[in-house]
């Protein structure tokens, strides 16, 4: 379960109404209608030489129904505005040549994404590979004499060349399935397909249109293969895999393999029994891996992430250097509703030249930082300062220069560039025309005392014009994860719903993440529970300052959010409506029906046959008739991480029998995504339920 992002516009008229208030003076309020107009900028590339960055910018087609990614170019020196590199709508992954020169990239055709090269001294790209199924995660050879790729062609369609399989004498393609595997079905991918696992290939990099090259499949089998790294000398590919045919049994494992990029056999690095993994980064002497991982013992809900050290020799496990600490390394799953839809992009570990520190994201206490990491010492010292979120990040060879993206709670992402410990330039400001028009306001951090004493962070966003001597309707947010957090990111969700005159809430009780291992696993077994307490103290606190109306209260969240909604309706009556989004009301009807198979004690301490007792004690349909709130529920028809008919739908149905006020609004065709990234078309049908709405999240 993630993050949640509702369709606010349909939650805010659920609510009780408010009149406007006023906006600043040539200014006005953000819409919902604004998020068309809203630009993202994803996955910055810089050239080796640290002169240029190229980056996927993300904007609202003209039609309104989907996303266009094109890769655009600026000046590090920011002599020039930003320009533009391609063509095509559907662009993205831009990864430079170890010599500055070329531009390898994505493009999304209606075959499939395949590998384009563009010449920076000038021309139109070219198209490089043809592949049935396309290509993806291009990544240059140290020496420039390589890239390589992901593909998941199966070996009898490399053997009829790509051409479709023979027509059944009868003329008609059976579309039944046969399942054999517990996870069979995956959120977003729909029902999972184990004869196209992808596999490692490789083409010669060419220079010019007229050089054709032939790819070449490195690896293949029915295992998938991901995280392709190259050996410093560009003898070697490495990457990752799990060999395990039912993964879902064992705790995970993470097998480490390379192959020439000149064929042959691939052959084990090593297995790691001791956590799941999928990106690494080796040194500059190739002689270790950085990595980011959790481990897997003792079994808990929630793991911090930490990083890892694995020496590249046969047999190795990796070292553990931050377990002893509370940082929370990869950035601390601090998240808004306005990450880049279709942009791509990340980070990972960047090694320093001499091999003795590395650069990474880190999460604390709603912010994201770059820092480095002393790897003789251990001594962290951050890159990056202040109340923001890093988005996404990429150096030159050895971490001189670093650029990256940056969100606040009034900036949806732009571009900086900084060396070493020098002040961040800032490259874009791809929203100024937009929000230079716009009422936008800070939130308020606030920390209050929970039921035991434990200090919870939240934030609190103002309408604009705020006026402390009035009475203000309060929306209580609740996040999903249940092991994510809120923080210093921007939400659109937030600041439209102060547009509209309420006072929203945004706590991180316990069980999110970035305040540490212990704060984040509390929850095992007790979820939901405590964390409900913490959240109505941050209604309690918020009663307190004198200018919330306490009858005008209402509660949302999704996904794991939504389930905390169901819970908090059924053990008060405080709230004068409530919005569930992608909920779970059954604890046991999930257990058997959702994407992922909780085989292991994660959450509960065995399956609903052994455990009945407790599944039906932490199931909000066991209290349903406490409840009096009118309820509203938001779910995704093809939604396989909380299938609907384990979650809203049974609410749904007995709040109706118990003719409590309830309306339930189902998307066809939608996934847990729903309005993050949902197919398109949803936002207007969205809006033709109400005023507004979001695409994004």
């Known amino acids: ?115 384009f090269m563009l010449a920076m001294s000038g021309g139109d790209s070219w198209q490089v590979t043809s592949l049935p199924r396309g290509i993806g995660g291009p990544v240059w050879s140290p020496d420039g004499k390589w890239i390589v790729f992901g593909n998941n062609q199966n070996d009898p369609e490399i053997a009829r060349g790509g051409k479709p399989a023979p027509t059944p004498a009868d003329g008609h393609e059976s579309d039944v399935k046969v399942i054999t595997r517990a996870g069979y079905r995956s959120n977003g991918a729909g029902y999972l397909d184990f004869t196209h696992a992808a596999h490692i290939w490789v083409a010669a990099a060419p220079h010019s249109p007229e050089e054709k090259v032939t790819p070449k499949q490195l690896t293949s089998g029915t295992f998938q293969e991901a995280g392709a790294v190259w050996a410093p000398d560009s003898s070697r590919i490495y990457y990752t895999t799990n060999r395990n045919l039912e993964p879902y049994y064992e705790l995970g494992t993470t097998e480490v393999w390379s192959v020439s990029p000149t064929g042959g056999q691939p052959q084990m690095l090593t297995k790691v029994t001791t956590m799941g993994f999928g990106g690494l980064s080796i040194s500059p002497d190739g002689k270790r891996f950085a990595l980011l991982g959790s ?203 102060a547009a509209k005159g309420y006072v929203v809430l945004y706590p991180n009780p316990r069980g999110s993440t970035s305040y540490g291992q212990d704060f984040g696993n509390i929850i095992q077994y007790h979820y939901p529970g405590d964390d409900y307490k913490d959240l109505m103290a941050g209604v309690d606190e918020m009663i307190k300052r004198g200018y919330i109306d306490d009858k005008k209260l209402g509660v949302t969240g999704g996904s794991g959010g939504g389930l905390l909604t169901d819970w908090t309706v059924t053990q008060t009556h405080r709230f004068a409506a409530a919005v569930a989004q ?12 959702a994407d992922f198979r909780q085989f292991e004690p994660s959450w509960f301490k065995g399956p609903p046959f052994e455990q009945e007792e407790d599944y039906r004690a932490r199931s909000p349909i066991t209290y349903v008739k406490n409840i009096t709130t009118p309820m509203m529920f938001i779910l995704g028809e093809a939604d396989y991480r909380t299938p609907p008919t384990s979650g809203g739908e049974q609410f749904f149905v007995a709040l109706k029998y118990r003719h409590i006020p309830t309306v339930m609004v189902r998307f066809p065709n939608e996934s847990h995504e729903l309005s993050r990234s949902g197919h398109r078309g949803t936002a207007l049908r969205g809006w033709s339920i109400s005023s507004g709405g979001s695409i994004n999240g």
């Open 1 to 115: 379960m993630r993050k949640p992002l509702v369709f606010t516009a349909i939650l805010v008229l659920c609510f009780v109404s408010l009149a406007q208030t006023g906006v600043a003076q040539q200014k006005r309020n953000i819409t919902e209608k604004d998020i068309f107009d809203f630009q993202w900028v994803a996955d910055p590339q810089i050239s080796p030489d640290g002169s240029t960055v190229a980056f996927v910018k993300v904007t609202v087609n003209p039609q309104r129904t989907n996303y266009d990614t094109s890769i655009w170019a600026v000046s590090t020196s920011r002599d020039e505005e930003p320009h533009r590199l391609t063509s095509g709508t559907r662009d993205a992954q831009p990864r430079w040549s170890p010599d500055g020169k070329y531009v390898a990239f994505v493009r999304g055709l209606d075959a499939g994404p395949q590998l």
């Open 295 to 497: 481990a897997n013992e003792p079994v808990r809900s929630y793991a911090k992430t930490d990083l890892w050290v694995l020496d590249n020799s046969p047999n190795a496990q990796p070292k553990d250097l931050t377990a002893s600490t509370d940082i929370e390394f990869g950035g601390g799953g601090i998240g808004g509703d306005q990450s880049p839809p279709r942009g791509g992009g990340g980070g990972g570990i960047i090694w320093a030249r001499d091999g003795k520190s590395l650069i990474v994201e880190y999460g604390r206490e709603g912010r994201s930082q770059l820092a480095h990491y002393d790897l003789d010492g251990g001594k962290v010292t951050d890159l990056t300062h202040g109340d923001h979120a890093v988005l996404s990040y990429n150096s030159t060879q050895g971490g001189g220069t670093i650029a990256y993206t940056v969100s606040t709670p009034t900036k949806i992402g732009d571009l900086y560039v900084q060396s070493g410990n020098s002040t961040p330039k800032q490259l874009t400001s791809v929203n100024a025309a937009l929000f230079s028009k716009l009422n936008l306001t800070e939130p308020e951090e606030i920390k209050y005392k929970s039921f035991d004493g434990k200090t919870i962070e939240a934030w609190v966003q103002k309408p604009p014009n705020f006026d402390p001597s009035k009475k203000y309707p309060l929306i209580l947010n609740i996040h999903g994860g249940p092991h994510t957090a809120y923080g210093y990111v921007f939400d659109h969700e937030f600041q439209y719903m």
């Open 582 to 593: 992608r909920d779970i009301t059954n604890w046991a009807d999930w257990w058997y029906t």
